[in-house]
Structure formats: C-alpha cells, structure tokens
C-alpha cells in the first residue's frame, strides 16, 4: 500500500518511510511549489528530528529556501505558514498513528492543504521516479524562526472567558504538551489538571487518539478526581481536540460543532456553517434556526476547507474532531476550539452536559467500522436493501428515509474510509428503538461484525 494517503503522506518507518525517501519526498514537494519560502516543523516523535533534517536537505538541493521551526504541532505549522507569507509548509508528523508511523502534512500558500486531488499524486509521482534529480547548483537556504510566541498571540484571539474555570485534559504524551502549557501560562483564569503532558513519541500511556473512548479512561476519572467543568483530549499532532463533560460522558464532536456554530452565527447572522455528512441532522437544523446556512461536505479536511473558502464560512465541524476557523487561514486548531468551548461555558449558569442535553435530541450510532474486502460489494448491497430510500451519493452511499419534521426518521451512511483499510458506518434515527434495529439490519447487510 502506497505511503500516499488521501490526504497526506504516512508510513511506517524505516520500512515504508526511510531516510531516504523522506528526501525524495522534500525534493518532490519543492519541485511541485516551485519556490519559496518552504515552512517545515516536526513533531515529538523519535525519529522525526532525522526525517525532517533530510526533507529540508530535499528542498534545499532543489534551490529553495526553508523556514525551519523546530518543534512544531501542526496548527502551528499553519500558522507559520499563513503568518510568514510562506508558498507553503509541511509538518513531519503520523498524528495520531501508533510510534512506528511518521509521515508529512503539506501544504501550499495559506496553509491550503494539499491532496490527493489537488497535488499530492503529481509529488508522489516526482518522488517515486527511478532517479533522483541532481542538485540545483543554486542552492536553498535555512532561517530558522521560533513560531511559538506569535502563535499564542494568534489563539489567544479566541479566548473570551468571563469567569475563572477549572479543566482536565489529556496530551497523550504528543504534541498538545508543547503547545498549550504555554497558552495556559497566558490564562491565569483557567485552571488545568493535565495528564501525560511530557512529549514522548513512544506514547507510553495509551494511544495518541481521542477518538477511540478507551483512550479516554484516564480523563474521564480525572475530571471527576478534580470537579472539572469539562475534560479536553488531544490527539498525537495537536490538530483534533475531542470533549468530555462534567459526569465524565464523552461527547460527540458533531454536537460541539452545533454548540460553537449557534454562537458564531450570533456574531455573523446569515453565514454558512460547513459540516461533513455524518454530523447529526441536529446540526443543519441548528443553523437553519439561527438563521445560517448549513453546507454539506464529504469527509476530509481538504474538502471542508476548500467549501469553506467558496462560501466565505467563519467555522465548520467534522464528526472527527477537526474544527475550522476563517481567521485561521480556515484551518483546524484544537486549542481554538477548545478556548470557543470554554467561552459559552463561562457564560452561561449551564453546565456543560446541560448545554448538549438540549442538542441531544436524535439516537446515533456514532461511526462504526468494519474490515469488508469487497468494499464497492457492500455499498451496492445496502443500496439494494434499501431501494425507496433517499440516496445521496456525496462520499460513499447516504441512505435517508424521511425528514427532521416527520417522526419516524432515519438515515444511514457507509463510506470507505480515506486513511484505513476500512468501511466506516454512522447511523442515526429520531427513536432509540428504530436507530438499534436499522443498525442490527444494516450489520446482518454487511455480514461481519464491527471492530470493537
């Protein structure tokens, strides 16, 4: 399987991802932008520092200029590459994939992300030639800049708390401990009881992805240990941030992205919020009541970013816990979200599981995967056992019987997921009893049992 994702590049090292194709991938990326320039940060990983050192090598002997920045979580790497007017930038970073993987983020001016579909294959192709291209008898140079003092300036725009509270939150040992300590120095009014908060690419405490709940265990009795208004977990790059409330119950990222959006659309009356197609349907509903647009998306950071920018949006949401911020070149920021939570939370008498309660009106399965060989088999037996329902053919197949303004709805999509080997499943319904009985009918279609 290629290294070249969807979205990024990502591997396991040194087997899928050396010293040298790391190189070749820089020179690659240079070549493609074709000046600088080039931003490049890396994470905590324990080869990242060597991986990195040789993609610069790449960008350099292709006669382009490199703005270093060390130590870097991704948001930062966008920030340093909108703030410095870089032609792009790249993160050396797996995310949240276990210590083994590593890989690179790119992007082109703006922090514009590039893909699959916007220019990662043309790297791929570039880097995966049989000979690689001599240096370029002029070549790049190396500034190096510490971003981080500029970069909490930058978020700290986001913070508006109107009380003093009290936070728990977990780094999972990545990139979140470079970052928001620093920012939490900047807010004496919030009080942080962190967890795993010392960087270790070995990520010796438990998986750097907040996503799966069994990752969460940890935090979830620390903000109960300390009476914690909420509870923050961030992934292993620091891009995702994904909420528990008071009682320790984890929370859909969907429903946050309702949350925040009905308070920027206060601000910004008529403005488009961007969500991708496994968001509740509470979500559209939501903004159409607060008097906003709602814009459907498929699945992917390129993609939200990209309808962002057509339709001008100031926020938008995915079900995996990115958040998107216009003021921020309109890409996603764990701690930007987290400081927008924590503003409606200090101003509001509610708790935090009393704002979401009122969200939390419809019965979702959450995203559910499946290892299914025949992929493209599965998706045309859903669609054959459901031949009066609504299709949508966004991303993958999105089956809807009835409206939000009717009782007795329900939809289901299955998509094939961009980064694993994987089938991916959200289904949701407006009756607990439907949502278990259309997800039991929609597991026997697909004949294998969900990952657990």
């Excluded at 694993?420 to 009893?433: H, K």
Aim: aromatic fraction near 8%; include cysteine.
């Amino acid at each position: 399987m290629s290294v070249f994702k969807a979205y990024d590049v990502r591997g396991t090292y040194p087997d899928q991802i050396d010293l040298d194709l790391s190189y070749r991938i820089g020179r690659a990326f240079a070549d493609y932008i074709g000046k600088g320039p080039l931003v490049v940060g890396h994470d905590m990983r324990t080869m990242a520092v060597d991986v990195q050192q040789r993609f610069i090598a790449g960008i350099l002997d292709a006669g382009v200029d490199v703005i270093d920045i060390g130590l870097a979580s991704t948001p930062q790497v966008y920030y340093a590459v909108g703030s410095l007017g870089a032609s792009g930038g790249a993160a050396v970073t797996a995310s949240h994939n276990p210590a083994q993987y590593i890989g690179f983020k790119v992007t082109r001016e703006e922090a514009i992300p590039i893909s699959g579909d916007t220019g990662l294959k043309d790297i791929e192709e570039l880097a995966t030639t049989p000979e690689t291209p001599a240096p370029r008898q002029a070549r790049g140079t190396v500034t190096r800049i510490d971003t981080l003092p500029g970069y909490l300036e930058h978020v700290l725009q986001w913070a508006d708390l109107a009380r003093p509270v009290r936070i728990a939150s977990d780094a999972a040992n990545g990139m979140a401990a470079h970052t928001f300590p620093s920012l939490l120095a900047r807010l004496p009014q919030l009080e942080n009881h962190g967890l795993y908060f010392e960087l270790d690419g070995t990520f010796p405490n438990h998986e750097a992805n907040p996503l799966k709940h069994s990752n969460l265990v940890d935090l979830q009795a620390k903000v109960k240990e300390v009476g914690a208004e909420l509870g923050a977990a961030f992934d292993g790059d620091s891009d995702r941030c994904c909420f528990i409330d008071e009682t320790g119950r984890p929370l859909g990222n969907d429903i946050i992205t309702t949350l925040v959006a009905r308070e920027v659309l206060k601000q910004e009356p008529g403005a488009a919020i961007v969500y991708d197609l496994r968001s509740s349907w509470v979500l559209p509903e939501t903004v159409l009541a607060g008097g906003g647009r709602p814009v459907k998306e498929r699945v992917g950071h390129s993609f939200l970013k990209e309808r962002m920018r057509e339709h001008d949006a100031p926020f938008g949401g995915e079900l995996s816990g990115h958040y998107y911020f216009r003021k921020n070149w309109y890409a996603d920021n764990s701690e930007i979200i987290l400081l927008c939570v924590l503003s409606i939370l200090t101003r509001t008498e509610k708790t935090l599981s009393q704002l979401v309660n009122e969200l939390l009106c419809y019965h979702s399965t959450g995203e559910i995967n499946f290892e299914v060989e025949d992929k493209l088999g599965a998706l045309q037996r859903l669609r054959e056992a459901f031949p009066d329902g609504k299709i949508d053919d966004l991303d993958g197949v999105t089956i809807a019987y009835g409206r939000p303004d009717q009782s007795g709805w329900w939809w289901v999509n299955l998509r094939p997921s961009n980064t694993e080997p994987l089938l991916r499943m959200t289904l949701e319904a407006d009756d607990a009893v439907v949502m278990k009985e259309k997800k039991a009918k929609v597991i026997e279609i697909l004949g294998v049992q969900p990952e657990e």
